[in-house]
């Protein structure tokens, strides 16, 4: 394939996940909502693109995770399965998609797998749900854990702290890394718990655990316009900003504004 910054061009899949922990090779996961972004995403060699719930909040302006509908979700994961030819692709399975009963969980893993060709899914919780993730597996469908902090959540937490501080919060996500890894799961995000934690929950399971303000673990995921710097008011201690996004894209439309207003777009070079 042309184009890519890396060399090893191969799909990844839930075998070459487990492989590349087991080699100690890091994985990079970063979301995307649309097919250009994606595209360059894919490009620049990132291994796993989640298609996150986070849309709700960055494409849809919303202050939580919980509006976006599973109908919306399909239409982004639709727009990046297509994108993607290397990474290895996830959909999350938004709030209220799962959490009713084992059926419905199993029914709507597969009109995500049937209508968006995305290589797995990701759900939030531990033992909670883990007969879902059991159905949901069982039926063939990669799945992917979420512990630590859980968005879908939030009105449970009350709060966007740091989990699992506690010694029986600790104990219960160590355990749930267990659950989750003993069903089949092909990986496990965990967010925002202190890094000591996520180092013995590596230490506990084969399969990549991967961190987003969780300190070191097998592979990191961050939103992309967080770390784009498209955002600028969203600045944790977690996240490194790898471009501002923000003050380019604001001097490109100004300039193109100005250039509008002044008649010097376009000129004759640009008109047919
Ligand atoms: O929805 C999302 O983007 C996520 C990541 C923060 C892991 O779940």
Redesign the pocket.
Known sequence: MSGYLVEDTRKVTTSRLKEMKAEGKKIAML?SYDYTTAKIVDEAGVDVI?I???ASNVMAGNLT?LPITLDQMIYHAQSVSLAAKRAFVVC?MPFGSYQVDEKEAVRNAIRIMKETRCDAV?IEGGIEIIDAVKRIIDAGIPVCG?LGLT?QSINKFGTYAVRAKEEAEAQKLLSDVKVLAEAGCCAI?V?KIPAALTKQAVESVDIPIIG?GGGQADGQ?L?IDDMLGKNKGFAPKFLRRYADLHTIMTDAIGAYVSDVKSGDFPNEKECY
């Open positions: 979301t989640l996150g719930d986070s995770t999350d990701k979420h968005p995000v967010e987003i995921v939103v």
